[in-house]
């Protein structure tokens, strides 16, 4: 079973275009983590969301996470081909590791 | 920016081999990880360090052994290898809180 649901699995879009990718569970957490992780490299910390309906923007990403603090979700404003990756959320384990989601793969075409 | 280093970044290696990846760490970190990625799945962890000395199975099974006995350093042993062992390792490493992980980028692991 899945902890950690992530949608869409692959998204490929144009640059120019938004678009929002989503993670959802049915425990409540402390705390979720977005990473991204580019092809051949290890994820990068984007954002940790730590209050219920709390949001954050990163430049041209806004995260959110839910008012129940079991989802949250990750929209991007005018993708670019930069914005290419694996996004993964995540949420702490008991022994200080990190519990992944299967993430979403962004493609960003020119 | 993160300090963590893996080596080698591509390994092919016969069946059978006994075979060392390194994992090296500048920031002073106490907490060190590894985790598995395979194509298409979630990274998961097979084992973590909380100091020198300190070493405990993640929550993957593997046949997979790892040291600690410098701060710096967290070498994973796989005394012979199989093609079962196919996969990213992934090196990663945090303070005491643990509030960040920073990640290495990663060995991938092609046993033939």
């Known amino acids: 079973t899945q902890l950690l649901e992530q949608s869409p699995q692959f998204l490929s879009i144009q640059e120019g275009e938004n678009l929002t990718v989503y993670c959802n569970s049915s425990?409540?957490?402390?705390?979720l983590q977005w990473y991204r992780q580019e092809p051949g490299e290890g994820p990068v910390l984007l954002v940790t969301v730590v209050t219920g309906g709390e949001v954050k923007k990163l430049k041209r990403l806004t995260f959110q996470f839910g008012d129940a603090r079991k989802d949250s979700s990750l929209h991007i404003t005018a993708a670019q081909p930069g914005d290419t990756g694996l996004y993964l959320c995540?949420?702490?384990?008991?022994?200080?590791?990190?519990?992944f989601g299967k993430g979403t793969k962004l493609s960003v075409k020119p | 920016e993160a300090d963590i280093y893996q080596t080698p970044r591509y390994l092919v290696i016969g069946t059978g081999k006994k075979i060392t990846l390194e994992c090296s760490q500048t920031m002073g970190h106490d907490k060190m990880y590894w985790y598995q990625q395979d194509p298409g799945m979630e990274l998961h962890l097979i084992h973590y360090s909380y100091g020198v000395n300190s070493t405990e199975k993640g929550d993957l099974s593997s046949e997979s052994t790892v040291s600690r006995i410098r701060t710096e350093h967290f070498p994973l042993t796989l005394e012979s290898a199989r093609p079962s062992h196919t996969s990213q390792y992934l090196c990663?490493?945090?303070?005491?809180?643990?509030?960040?992980?920073?990640f290495g980028p990663g060995t991938r692991l092609t046993v033939t």
């Open positions: 425990s409540v957490f402390s705390s």
């Open positions: 990663a490493s945090s303070d005491q809180t643990a509030y960040e992980q920073y």
């Open positions: 995540t949420f702490r384990g008991s022994q200080g590791n990190l519990i």
